[in-house]
């Protein structure tokens, strides 16, 4: 049985929603709202639209494959 996460921005701990902008962070590989963002450019890894994102790095898309795989 697939384990489903449900990711969550862990700034203000609401669930991420497809359509949102996101950040990810290149230290710690979490996601977090644009809207919640405290990195600087040079610790952003990635950003877009979170399904963008997801879809960008494998491991997350293969964490939340079964959000966008519709
Ligand atoms: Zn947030």
Redesign the pocket.
Known sequence: MEKKVRPH?H????EMKMGQEVVMDGAFKGI??A??NYLTAIEIEDKGLFEEVIGRNPRWFKQFNHLISH
């Open positions: 921005c700034v203000c701990m609401k977090i709202h809207n919640c």
